[in-house]
């Protein structure tokens, strides 16, 4: 597709199991970021790779979260043992090689942790 | 984490009306970006500034980078219902990550 794509939609786990959000760029984007949305609120960074180098980790809220981008398109949000505060809209988006070029967002990952 | 302060907060008005939304920061940005969400969807950029003073328009929606480069606002004239959804302001830094504001839910009525 021409958009960023982002999968699951919806994930509902339990309190302790670890999720994996995977994330598809605009094909020939460089930059990829990650951003948690609470209910109500504005996105927040989390993440950033340019190619397969996370060159800013510095918004993951601790180290049960990990993002990977290894081959420098698809990325892979990586959330260990989770917490109920974890539940969230997970944001992709993706730039043109530059940094500060407009990002365009993914429709995210709403997870629901019981 | 750090949020840009948007205003207001939510507004219900009429069809035809215009809107106004503005944002500020107490850190300089180079590019000041809005986005448009709606239910169940990722935000998608409605206008993008990158000079200081700059008044970009992109049909109904007119946006400026204030002088200081610590706010902009968004105007959107003769609003109509698809106009329904949550604004956000943001501000790019250098490493070219997004710190956005609250939100501004607006309602039209037809």
């Known amino acids: 597709g021409a958009g960023v794509s982002q999968s699951p939609r919806y994930k509902v786990a339990k309190r302790g199991q670890d999720v994996a959000l995977r994330c598809d760029p605009i094909?020939?984007?460089?930059?990829l970021f990650w951003y948690q949305q609470a209910l109500g609120q504005g996105p927040e960074f989390l993440t950033y790779?340019?190619?397969?180098?996370?060159?800013?980790k510095s918004g993951l809220p601790s180290d049960r979260f990990f993002a990977e981008r290894p081959e420098g398109s698809v990325s892979t949000l990586k959330i260990q043992r989770t917490q109920q505060e974890d539940s969230a809209v997970y944001l992709c988006?993706?730039?043109?090689?530059?940094?500060?070029?407009?990002?365009?967002f993914g429709d995210g990952t709403r997870l629901s942790i019981l | 984490g750090q949020q840009l302060n948007q205003s207001p907060q939510s507004m219900f008005i009429q069809e035809g009306e215009d809107v106004s939304m503005n944002c500020t920061s107490s850190?300089?940005?180079?590019?000041w970006l809005w986005y448009k969400q709606e239910p169940g969807e990722g935000p998608v950029l409605l206008i993008a500034?990158?000079?200081?003073?700059e008044l970009t328009s992109n049909g109904r929606l007119t946006a400026q980078f204030g002088i200081t480069r610590k706010d902009s606002f968004l105007n959107i004239s003769a609003s109509i219902p698809s106009d329904v959804g949550i604004y956000f302001c943001?501000?790019?830094?250098?490493?070219?990550?997004?710190?956005f504001g609250q939100g501004t839910t607006l309602q039209v009525k037809p």
């Open positions: 500034l990158y000079k200081a003073g």
């Open positions: 850190s300089i940005f180079n590019t």
């Open positions: 790779f340019q190619n397969e180098a996370q060159l800013d």
């Open positions: 094909s020939g984007h460089v930059s």
């Open positions: 943001a501000g790019q830094s250098s490493t070219g990550k997004l710190i």
């Open positions: 988006a993706s730039s043109l090689i530059m940094p500060n070029q407009p990002q365009h």
